[in-house]
DNA sequence: GGTATACTGAAAATCTTTCGCATCTTGCCC
DNA sequence: GGGCAAGATGCGAAAGATTTTCAGTATACC
């Protein structure tokens, strides 16, 4: 047997998520790929799910689920809130962000301000909060779709 | 006999409702004197119908969503979709405000800062958004809550 | 009062997410 | 490489929140 272990390459995902602390499982490992491959970078749950379908992956709506929630608990995904019932999901780019979403066609533009960041931080303060936390959301209509439509 | 139709005044809330283009029944008069009179700014679907049980008042969940969310059309009511499954009513001030909710205890804090909602605005502008609405929720633990524990 | 229409309560249906559990896999030791 | 225990998966059932359905009832207006 010529070549070595080096031959084949370890996937990057398979690291992530035994970084994580969780065994490498084939469904751990699709639904990251789909994260990181998919156009999409806020994917409900049912999204992946539908994602991995159309891939021919056997994996159940209960174990995307699961792991998602596993990733978010790993610091691997943060979980997003949007309206709209679903919960949204997208890779933890490690930096804090906010959303701006188009309520015509869903689009999203993460931002980051940090006027805004740190009047939230003073207001706490004066109210005696410590921070855990903010969800800042702006809904509007993107200019595609104020094209659109009257 | 004696007196004029004046003499029996007529509750505010069925103005209210009146203006909004709803009947007058039974359970929207109820669920707006809830409303109004709760201690607890923001409630729940399941807190208001807590409260009509036990005002005696013999009306359904399903009915209490229903008000609610003709009143949230009809702008009398906001509804708020902070962490946590169910959505919280509040009555419509008028003015728009944010939130700061305690984590530990529910406890929540409204505000407004207008160089938040400013930059939320150029922000919007920057990308060609046209804003209709958005949410900010800062999520933290409370002087009393920080008391508690360590 | 009489009537068309809107409203109501209760149950059933939806929708999203989580559980229970029998059945597989993975990670690890020999 | 095989054996094993802990941990994961898939499936169906269950749960929790909200909405819809529908037959009976109340309201607004004449
Ligand atoms: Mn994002
Ligand atoms: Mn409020
Ligand atoms: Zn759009
Ligand atoms: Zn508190």
Chains 1, 2 share one sequence.
Do not use: W
Request: proline share 2%.
């Amino acid at each position: 047997m010529v070549g070595s272990a080096r031959d084949v390459e370890i996937p990057l995902e398979n690291q992530q998520i035994k970084q994580a602390g969780l065994k490498v499982t084939a469904p751990r490992v699709k639904i990251l790929e789909i994260l990181e491959q998919s156009g999409k970078r806020h994917m409900s749950a049912e999204d992946v799910y539908k994602a991995l379908l159309s891939h021919d992956e056997e994996i159940g709506l209960a174990t995307v689920y699961r792991v998602l929630t596993q990733f978010e608990g790993a610091g691997l995904v943060c979980r997003r809130h949007f309206e709209g019932g679903q919960s949204v999901f997208e890779l933890n780019s490690g930096e804090h962000h906010d959303h701006l979403v188009c309520v015509k066609c869903g689009k999203i533009v993460e931002f980051l301000d940090t006027t805004i960041e740190k009047r939230q931080a003073r207001i706490a303060a004066e109210e005696g909060f410590k921070i855990e936390d903010h969800s800042l959301v702006v809904y509007g209509v993107c200019p595609d779709c104020q094209k659109k439509r009257g």
